[in-house]
């Protein structure tokens, strides 16, 4: 079992299977892009394969695969394949722009609930924030997932003067869809030019929200024992909306989450800045299990031990977004 010295249990793996993506997320991509690295720095099928069986054989229960963009990954429909006879729930957060050619792997392997980001309703406003002209097809995508029942959430980065416009507009989807809503406060990364001013909150958002339908027709939405979301339903809609708040009201103390990079290494943190080289010792057969339980047990009670962002931007050492996978 990953217990911390907080006694928190880890349980859910997200691994990264690559640093690429066929968007350019503004929050997420540097602006001049992120440098290529050699193929040997990644892990391979078998390496990531047998990593998520160390995690699974120390009681990890849920894994989800991310990136970069977790479809533009070549072996994907193996590595899902073989990642399905794993014991555990897999899940996947995706841009949604090739979902239509997994569709039916995804089912087949029994993933439920698809994560797809999407970040307006407007598609030249989704084809700045990415730099890329790709709304139609994953609008369809969209619609697609959930005439098969996929469970989907939609993630949305809300950026000030950009798409907080959207926020009503967002939940107004779920008055009829079976859809849930995540808006996610924009935190800082390196190179994603992050500071106080383009994020809104946490109490922002839910402001807006009541201000528009009133204090009384907002519910709370069933939230999972671990969930990083405080999630909400207007009275009668169909579907739900939740808030992730990280930067305003990290909610640390139930974390149960570690990443994977594509390259291998282990973060106890989506904030921290120390690593474990996991496929490093992997390869010279080191024991991988024990370096896994020491991150764990070293892990911060907070966001890797930050105190505050700071407002002049960001002052700690991080990858950007796209190289960690969220
Ligand atoms: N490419 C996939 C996608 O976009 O869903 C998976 C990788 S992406 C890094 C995972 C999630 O991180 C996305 O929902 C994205 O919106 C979110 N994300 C990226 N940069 C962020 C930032 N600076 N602040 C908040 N969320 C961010
Ligand atoms: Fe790509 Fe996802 Fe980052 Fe956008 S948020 S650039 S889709 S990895």
Redesign the pocket.
Same mark, same amino acid.
């Not at 993506?21 to 997320?25: F, Q, S, T, V």
């Given at each position: 079992m990953l217990i911390d010295s907080h006694n928190r249990k880890h349980t859910y793996l997200r691994i990264s299977l690559t640093e690429r993506?066929?968007?350019?997320?503004t929050?997420? #991509?540097p602006e001049e892009g992120i440098q290529l690295r050699d193929r040997a720095e990644f892990m391979t099928q078998e390496e990531t394969l047998e990593l998520a069986k160390k995690f699974v054989a120390l009681g990890v229960t849920k894994i989800r695969l991310t /990136? /970069?963009?977790p479809l533009i990954k070549k072996n994907f429909r193996e590595l899902l394949q073989q990642l399905s006879k794993l014991p555990v729930e897999i899940s996947i957060t995706t841009?949604g722009i090739l979902l239509d050619l997994y569709f039916d792997d995804l089912e087949k392997a029994g993933v439920k609930s698809l994560n797809i980001?999407l970040d307006s309703l407007i598609e030249e406003k989704v084809n700045r924030i990415?730099r890329r002209n790709y709304f139609e097809r994953i609008q369809t995508n969209i619609h697609e997932a959930l005439r098969r029942n996929f469970e989907v959430k939609l993630n949305c980065v809300l950026m000030k003067g950009e798409n907080d416009d959207e926020l009503i507009d967002f939940i107004e989807l779920t008055r009829e869809k079976k859809i849930s809503i995540r808006f996610i406060e924009f935190m800082p990364f390196d190179g994603n030019q992050w500071n106080w001013s383009k994020t809104v909150s946490y109490k922002t958002i839910l402001d807006r929200v009541t201000n528009n339908y009133g204090e009384s027709f907002i519910e709370k939405a069933i939230e999972g024992a671990n969930s990083t979301s405080r999630n909400f339903r207007i009275k009668n809609f169909t579907g739900d909306f939740g808030i992730i708040s990280s930067v305003t009201n990290p909610f640390c103390d139930t974390c149960n989450r570690i990443r994977l990079t594509a390259d291998g290494k282990l973060k106890n943190c989506l904030f921290s800045g120390d690593e474990t080289d996991l496929l490093k010792a992997l390869r010279n057969g080191d024991d991988v299990t024990s370096l896994i339980q020491k991150s764990i047990a070293g892990k911060h009670k907070e966001r890797a031990g930050l105190k505050e962002f700071d407002d002049a931007g960001f002052t700690f050492e991080n990858r950007s #977004?796209?190289r960690i996978g /969220?």
């Open positions: 993506c066929n968007l350019r997320c929050y997420c #991509m /990136g /970069g963009e841009n980001s990415s #977004m796209i /969220g």
